[in-house]
């Protein structure tokens, strides 16, 4: 799996949901704090959901092809792949208008345990996520691939994923005039903070 495999597949994982919490941690009232754990719940969940996948097919794959039934199986593993990513577009597709949720409000004044926990769950619930981790350690134990090749599309998720905080340890005191804020003398995203 080569990088201009792995970005779309990254940034799948994070669009959407994902990058505005992120975005909206690193512009809350404890932004190091709250990010952090968000990045945690989030690699928790990535780099497991992604190497259980591996084992499963790894497994699978090991135990059925012991049989002599070879090239079946990988065919068998090619379909099933190809079948998640059109399941994955679907998916993707139908979710492209879905509106701010409730919870969104909450995130300015948020503290570490909150943020590793909704970090944790966004990356759960989202079939999108799933379905791409899934896909990514399918792919991987389908050609043999070692875990370690698993390593680019994980941390390649998590850089993304890490924008908003990296633009606020790299600007300063002058990330207040590009990230949104409340309490901070930013101004929040029109209708985002008023939802709870």
Not at 41 to 49: D, E, L, Q, T
Request: hydrophobic share 55%.
């Amino acid at each position: 799996m080569n990088f201009l495999t792995l970005l779309p597949l990254a940034v799948v994982m994070v669009a959407g949901t994902q990058l505005v919490a992120a975005v909206f941690f690193a512009s809350s009232d404890r932004p190091r704090a709250a990010s952090l754990g968000f990045l945690a719940g989030a690699a928790i969940v990535v780099c497991g959901g992604t190497t259980l996948a591996w084992l499963i097919i790894r497994f699978l794959k090991i135990s059925i092809a012991g049989g002599g039934g070879h090239r079946g199986v990988e065919r068998g593993i090619d379909w099933f792949v190809l079948a998640l990513l059109v399941v994955l577009a679907v998916v993707v597709f139908l979710r492209r208008h879905s509106g701010p949720p409730g919870w969104m409000g909450r995130l300015q004044h948020a503290g570490p345990g909150y943020a590793l926990r909704l970090g944790l769950l966004l990356f759960l619930v989202m079939p999108s996520d799933d379905l791409t981790m899934l896909t990514v350690g399918a792919s991987a134990a389908r050609h043999d691939l070692p875990w370690w090749h698993l390593l680019p599309f994980m941390l390649l998720t998590l850089v993304l994923l890490a924008l908003p905080l990296l633009a606020l340890l790299l600007l300063g005191h002058r990330a207040e005039t590009v990230l949104p804020g409340s309490g901070t003398g930013r101004t929040p995203i029109p209708g985002w903070s008023a939802r709870r």
